[in-house]
């Protein structure tokens, strides 16, 4: 077991007992004598949503608009605050003529009115005209946020989750996947608003089997509202598609490459009036190819020496990614969302490397020779359930809970060799033949209670909220050495132990959003946090447990908004956890045998202060977005590594101090036609370190990050698409160069939009790469790795839409809302 028991969440966990109290109390307060006039907006034709339409409700018998809005999320719209009486409603929206809703009547008996599904009608002026709608942006910047909507990328079928990142403004994906946001130190990645490393074991595994179809759009938070955890500099969240669109529709895609990677990506949808159905299944398969080498300088008191290693390594990489959701709309004021997600993913692999060891004169003294053969296997899978209920005065109340459980297994045999320099076995050095195993498994249990209150007639709102973030992970490894004396394979006690590490975070918020008539608009709030984690070594005899701390985390922000610009200034307090590796002590062998690593148990949180300075300016084709990002941490965690031996170096964590990161971020977007678009933009950073107990660490590095892509809208359905970009980063130790990467792609649409054929290239005129420099008070190193990437793929994708048919009624039922009303 890995959770707690019923019993002992009771005797600890008093925050949930105290969410459903909240949950049951709210209910009874929360009634008024407002009432509400809701509904969706379709077009009568293709049966599609209609975002973005005005509504506007009167008093039966006067024109003075009382309340107004737009529809959004699949068409919906509503009115709150109303007064019980009789009123009107009107709706607009371009190409269609304006429609009235008369006699609606709000009482006390009945003071929800819901009119169903309105159709509107085609302006009969336009029936015959072409009409041109403009493409929704591709990149929306906001004062703390960048929205990017894949669907108006190439890459929107037929890709993964890490294809998209890479191309999102201030997010850049290194060689082995991992995304992370330019100017920030520290990046978690959120799902739908969950927090992914809590149902994973491995993010960029699930990211590069997560299907691009699947996904509506991604948000980039560089100063997150106090609603999520804050714990990481900045949150890049992954928003799913909820499926709004009536009847059947989907998307079917292959694609193959010619580095031998296959994907089948599915994404279904079914949507009657209150019920939404949505399917996803991925699968990919890839081939992965590196080589590497690493030269190291090693400089004692009395002599040097130097290390110099090369090795390749080769693999196959599979992966099943499995989403279910239904979306119930329980009546107008109600709506229940369920999910699931299953992830497997296996890979198996084999690597050589050749250590060459030079006296200081650069003469081979041995030479030590290393195979490797790697299996693994990991397993996810999250259950989550939403309610939303939308109380009568604009009030709106959330729940969540996800449960969720990953297991992964590591399987490696390792065998080396060392001989000297004329290429004989060196007496006393015995050859290594050793297996290495990790058997770990993790659950969690997430719960989160989240209330939206309007203030008065007023844009006003105050939010407040409660979260409980339970976790259990157990890392059991196993290493046996083979005894060439006794032909067998032995346990290696010092290397074999158990890891289980407990995590409970509790936290609680509130916020206030005030919006002025004179376009400016102020956030205040503040996050509390309680962390109480404990974790203990099988090998050592007493279990770590760290005093339970508790933190408050400000977070303010205020914009003005002009006719063709925008300013703002946002201020955050953020940390940064120790993770469950940083903290294990276990002593783990690495690949590149006989390097070692291990985490440091006794680190401290850090803490960053992060104050954001946005400006936006826009003219009739263009955008230009600069930011400048002041960020101040303390008690830095950086991973340090130093030289153990003539033959091996160590890596661990520590923290070193304090640094300061100042970031400018430029980045913009030009229509030159309207059907071409040019976007770009750069990130450079200035990092200081200081560190009062190591003087060599205290170090200036420069970071960069540049992005530039174009899209023309061609003749005869087709589209092209390109993607440059190009990254730099500076460490405590050291700093990376440059690695460039490159991507084309031209798509075909057919058989009126349903067959979309793809062609892409990535990488076309080089390899991914990257250069490591990392220095040290006794050693210099350079590490370099090139990624056999270069790939061309084709790509074929089917979209399908069935739009469902409902038969109109004037007939109301009590407390059943009336079917769709066709005007």
């Known amino acids: 077991m890995f959770l707690p028991s019923t019993s002992a969440l009771l005797k600890k966990n008093y925050s949930l007992i105290f969410f459903f109290t909240v949950l049951i109390s709210l209910k009874g307060f929360a009634q008024n004598n407002n009432g509400s006039v809701s509904g969706k907006i379709s077009d009568p034709t293709t049966g599609e949503m209609i975002d973005f339409a005005g509504v506007a ?157 699947a996904i509506e759009k991604i948000e980039v938070m560089t100063n997150p509202p106090v609603k999520y955890s804050a714990d990481g500099e900045g949150i890049i969240n992954i928003v799913l598609k909820k499926g709004y669109k009536v009847g059947l529709n989907g998307t079917l895609s292959l694609n193959g490459g010619t580095l031998g990677n296959y994907n089948i990506n599915s994404y279904v949808a079914y949507r009657t009036k209150s019920l939404s159905l949505t399917s996803s299944y991925a699968f990919g398969e890839s081939e992965r190819s590196s080589t590497g080498s690493s030269l190291s300088d090693n400089f004692l008191a009395d002599t040097n020496y130097y290390r110099n290693q090369y090795s390749s390594n080769n693999g196959l990489n599979f992966g099943h990614n499995i989403r279910e959701s239904v979306n119930w709309d329980i009546d107008t004021t109600q709506n229940l969302r369920l999910t699931t997600n299953f992830n497997i993913n296996k890979s198996n692999g084999a690597s050589a490397s050749d250590y060459y060891y030079l006296d200081e004169n650069n003469i081979e003294t041995s030479l030590r020779n290393q195979n490797n053969n790697n299996h693994n296997h990991s397993f996810n899978y999250v259950f989550d359930a939403d309610y939303t209920w939308k109380i009568p005065g604009g009030d709106q109340l959330e729940a969540s809970a996800t449960y969720s459980g990953n297991s992964a297994n590591t399987d490696r045999l390792a ?205 009739k084709n263009w955008a230009f977005y600069p930011r400048i990002g002041i960020a101040n941490t303390s008690h830095i965690i950086e991973r340090i590594t130093t030289p153990i031996s003539s033959l091996a170096y160590q890596s661990t964590y520590d923290n070193l101090g304090t640094s300061s990161y100042n970031t400018i971020n430029l980045y913009g977007n030009y229509h030159v036609a309207k059907k071409i678009n040019v976007s770009g933009g750069a990130t450079v950073g200035r990092i200081a370190y200081h560190s009062n107990n190591n003087s060599a660490l205290n170090r200036n590095g420069i970071t960069f990050q540049s992005k530039a892509g174009i899209q023309i809208d061609m003749p005869k359905q087709l589209a092209f698409e390109s993607n440059l970009n190009y990254y730099t980063n500076s460490s405590a130790q050291g700093r990376s160069k440059g690695s460039l990467s490159s991507s084309f792609a031209i798509r075909k649409s057919v058989y009126k939009n349903k067959v979309r054929i793809r062609l892409t290239a990535i990488n076309p005129t080089g390899q991914g790469s990257s250069t490591t420099f990392t220095q040290g008070q006794t050693f210099n190193r350079q590490d370099y790795y090139m990624q056999n990437n270069r790939n061309y793929s084709l790509s074929v994708s089917y979209n399908f839409t069935k739009v469902g048919r409902n038969t109109a009624s004037k007939k109301q039922k009590k407390d059943v809302p009336p079917p769709e009303v066709s005007l």
Do not use: C
């Open 57 to 213: 409700i009167f008093m039966q018998g006067s024109d003075d608009i009382i309340r107004s809005n737009t529809s959004s999320n699949g068409g919906i719209f509503k009115l709150t605050g109303l007064p019980y009486g009789k009123y009107g409603l009107r709706i607009s929206y371009i190409g269609f003529e304006k429609q009235v809703v008369d006699d609606i009547e709000i009482t006390a008996e009945h003071p929800d009115a819901y009119l169903g599904i309105i159709k509107l009608k085609k302006n009969s002026s336009s029936l015959n005209e072409v009409t041109i709608s403009e493409k929704k942006a591709a990149v929306e910047f906001g004062a703390d946020q960048i929205t990017y909507n894949v669907s108006q990328s190439l890459q929107s079928e037929g890709s993964t989750a890490t294809d998209i990142l890479k191309n999102v403004p201030m997010v850049n994906v290194d060689i082995n996947g991992n995304a992370t946001i330019a100017g920030k130190r520290s990046t978690r990645i959120f799902i739908d608003g969950k927090p992914s490393d809590y149902m994973t074991s491995n993010i960029a595994d699930l990211l590069n089997v997560l299907p691009s179809e």
């Open 415 to 619: 065998q080396s060799y060392t001989l000297d320099a004329n290429g004989l076995p060196i007496n006393g050095i015995l050859p290594l033949n050793q297996t290495y195993g990790v058997y770990a498994a993790g659950r969690a249990l997430q719960v989160k209670v989240d209330y939206d209150k309007p203030l008065g007639k007023s844009k006003n709102t105050a939010d407040f909220g409660l979260s409980a973030n339970i976790r259990t992970s157990d890392n059991n490894q196993v290493v046996q050495d083979f005894n060439f004396a006794n032909q067998m394979y032995l346990q290696d006690l010092q290397l074999t132990n158990q890891f289980i590490y407990n995590e409970h975070i509790y936290g609680g918020y509130a916020s206030l959003s005030i919006r002025t008539q004179k376009k400016w608009s102020f956030r205040i709030g503040g996050r509390s946090e309680l962390t109480d984690i404990n974790f203990n070594v099988s090998s050592l005899p007493d279990q770590y447990h760290i005093k339970p701390y508790i933190n408050l985390f400000p977070n303010l922000s205020i914009n003005k908004t002009f006719s063709n610009y925008t300013i703002g200034i946002s201020y955050s307090g953020r940390i940064v956890r120790p993770s469950p590796n940083s903290l294990n002590p276990q002593v783990i062998t690495n690949a590149s045998n006989p390097n070692i690593s291990f985490g440091n148990p006794n680190l401290a949180p850090a803490y960053t202060q992060q104050v954001d300075f946005s400006f936006s300016l826009f003219g």
